[in-house]
């Protein structure tokens, strides 16, 4: 069973850096995209930023230029940098992997990791 977890998150002022990180239990290379996704209280959840297998990265408009998503295969491992944190980032974040099968695509989901940006 694929097991995605994030860890992280925590408090941080206005203006801040945190990175965030998401270990899979299997090689992050089987997976054709991953993603790092957020929702905040009585909001959808929204894509932040996502990687594909080939290295192609794309963000979400309000992250661009402040959060940089990469990851390291040798550990399994998704990150999300985040800098220049203001109060609208503050959310719940998720991690996300997109597994190609035969029997089609299987989505994984981490169980989220909190972050909280402080003023």
């Known amino acids: 069973q694929v097991q995605l977890v994030e860890s992280g998150g925590g408090v941080v002022q206005v203006g801040g850096s945190l990175k965030l990180s998401c270990r899979s239990s299997v090689r992050i290379s089987v997976f054709s995209v991953m993603g790092w996704y957020r929702q905040a209280p009585g909001k959808q959840r929204d894509l932040v930023a996502g990687?594909?297998?080939?290295?192609?990265?794309n963000y979400a408009d309000s992250v661009k230029g402040r959060f940089v998503i990469s990851r390291d295969n040798a550990k399994n491992t998704l990150f999300l940098q985040m800098n220049s944190l203001k109060p609208e980032d503050a959310a719940a974040y998720y991690c996300?992997?997109?597994?190609?099968?035969?029997?089609?695509?299987?989505?994984?989901w981490g169980k989220g990791t909190l972050v909280t940006v402080s003023s």
């Open positions: 990687i594909h297998s080939g290295g192609s990265t």
């Open positions: 996300y992997a997109r597994l190609d099968t035969l029997e089609g695509p299987v989505e994984v």
